[in-house]
């Protein structure tokens, strides 16, 4: 489970003399959000991904300024066989510990550190391993943005960017699914005959 920003065109509003057309080219949906001393401008991606295969299995579209881990109740998928629950440390809550606890999955969400206490050793060592996992999430993301073009929408409003970016989303699974196809190992059954 992870999120991305995706940016959009900033239009500020003026404060007097704004035309028709200059007020419907703002878009009023997307908000401002700082990350890593960066400010970006747009809305956010939340997916949850099938670690064996690379695929989205579900995904939220919200303006940016929505924290990574109010999205999780509808990422983490219940049909998934798999019961461990990979995010980082953006979605440690004890909300998020005891939803996985009721849904019967195991939580492996990287544990924080917080100003002038630093991790255990142990912990570190922890989220090291998790986060060998995790980063097949960062393969989608980047897969998006380079192969698709998805570090800028030119929509405007909500609607639209969750029509936009569920059909980037659409997209990559089929271009991934396309992918597994062509290059998944022959049928022994198969060759056999």
């Not at 544990?111 to 255990?120: I, S, T």
């Not at 090291?128 to 993301?141: G, Y």
Request: hydrophobic fraction near 35%; glycine fraction near 4%; aromatic fraction near 6%.
């Amino acid at each position: 489970v992870d999120a991305t920003i995706i940016e959009t065109p900033i239009r500020r509003a003026k404060d007097e003399g704004e035309t028709v057309q200059e007020k419907a080219q703002r878009d009023d949906d997307a908000q401002w959000v700082k990350k890593n001393d960066v400010s970006s401008f747009g809305y956010k991606n939340h997916a949850s991904v099938d670690v064996t295969h690379k695929l989205i299995r579900a995904y939220d579209v919200t303006d940016a300024s929505v924290h990574d881990s109010q999205c999780s109740e509808i990422l983490i998928d219940t049909q998934n066989a798999d019961a461990e629950v990979y995010a980082d440390s953006a979605y440690r809550s004890q909300e998020n510990e005891v939803m996985c606890m009721v849904l019967g999955k195991i939580s492996k969400i990287h544990y924080r550190a917080y100003r002038g206490k630093p991790l255990h050793p142990e912990l570190e060592r922890r989220n090291h391993e998790r986060s060998k996992i995790r980063a097949r999430m960062e393969h989608v993301f980047g897969a998006q943005k380079n192969n698709q073009n998805m570090r800028l929408i030119r929509t405007i409003g909500l609607a639209r960017a969750r029509a936009k970016i569920g059909l980037t989303n659409l997209v990559y699974n089929l271009q991934r699914f396309a992918y597994l196809v062509t290059h998944s190992p022959p049928n022994i059954a198969a060759s056999a005959g």
